[in-house]
């Protein structure tokens, strides 16, 4: 049997995805999609990239005024 010590980058990171693979399975069973059927009623995107920009700037979720940063969020959560 090899050690973790001897294994090569390659073979440590299959190592652990075959453990996450194994673990996923046995907490929520098989799950597989069937791409075709998933995305069968999808229509193509045929907007141009400006579109897509504008749409992006449209949608996009401005915080409100006072509102914490990000990173206040993450060092409160740290440090409860």
């Not at 299959?14 to 996450?20: G, K, R, T």
């Not at 069968?40 to 045929?46: L, M, Q, S, V, Y």
């Amino acid at each position: 049997m090899t050690t973790v010590a001897n294994m090569t980058l390659d073979e440590l990171k299959q190592l652990i995805d075959e453990a996450v693979d194994r673990r996923l399975k046995e907490l929520f069973g098989e799950f597989e999609i069937d791409e075709d059927e998933f995305f069968a009623d999808e229509e193509p995107d045929t907007r141009t990239l400006e579109e897509v920009y504008e749409s992006i700037e449209r949608n996009r979720w401005t915080p409100p005024p006072g509102a914490k940063s990000s990173l206040e969020l993450l060092r409160e959560d740290r440090d409860s």
